[in-house]
């Protein structure tokens, strides 16, 4: 009897983040309809590649997120609270910027080696393009602690500290996303 297994519209999206994918980084991400106004979020990102003049920027990260839609779901203003962990390898970037206390510009002479845990609020918008295609925008803020190695240069150097914790506030989320409702 096959009358309990059903299908229906938009209660399952595929996605990509765009911003993501400019620069290198593999992700997808999965969003399931679980009650009229909430869905669940996955995403994953992956960044295994080195790039010129040995600059890393490598880093895996997964990023569950609850989100609460204000009309309907996938569609219109949505309000979500998001988990993220992962772990990086950054090094050899000319970035020379501060922002919210974390000083960026450190990546040019140092690597940093380690992981992060974090939990953050966010907003966004979907936009229906048609019956299955559709654009999404999400900004989030929160918090991340991190420890990570500290290494004298991005590829040779000798560890500099062990295990440094580091505290951060500011954005932990910031997406376009390219959307494919099933």
């Avoid at 990546?107 to 559709?134: F, I």
């Avoid at 150097?157 to 954005?171: F, I, R, T």
Wanted: net charge neutral; glycine share 10%; charged share 20%.
């Amino acid at each position: 009897m096959w009358a309990g297994l059903t299908v229906s519209a938009q209660k399952v999206v595929l996605k990509t983040n765009l911003i993501h994918d400019v620069t290198a980084t593999a992700n997808v991400a999965a969003e399931f309809k679980v009650a009229p106004k909430w869905t669940v979020d996955i995403s994953g990102d992956l960044n295994a590649w080195t790039f010129s003049d040995n600059k890393k920027w490598k880093h895996w990260k997964l990023q569950p997120e609850a989100r609460y839609w204000l009309c309907e779901t996938f569609n219109g203003h949505f309000v979500g609270a998001h988990l993220l962990g992962g772990i990086y390898n950054m090094g050899n970037w000319n970035t020379g910027f501060t922002l919210l206390g974390t000083d960026f510009g450190q990546l040019k002479d140092y690597r940093y080696e380690g992981w992060m845990v974090g939990a953050g609020m966010a907003y966004g918008y979907h936009w229906m393009l048609g019956r299955h295609w559709s654009v999404e925008a999400e900004i989030g803020l929160g918090y991340v602690y991190s420890r990570a190695d500290k290494y004298e240069c991005p590829r040779c150097g000798d560890q500099l500290e062990d295990n440094k914790p580091h505290h951060y506030v500011g954005l932990t989320k910031v997406a376009v996303n390219l959307v494919y409702v099933f």
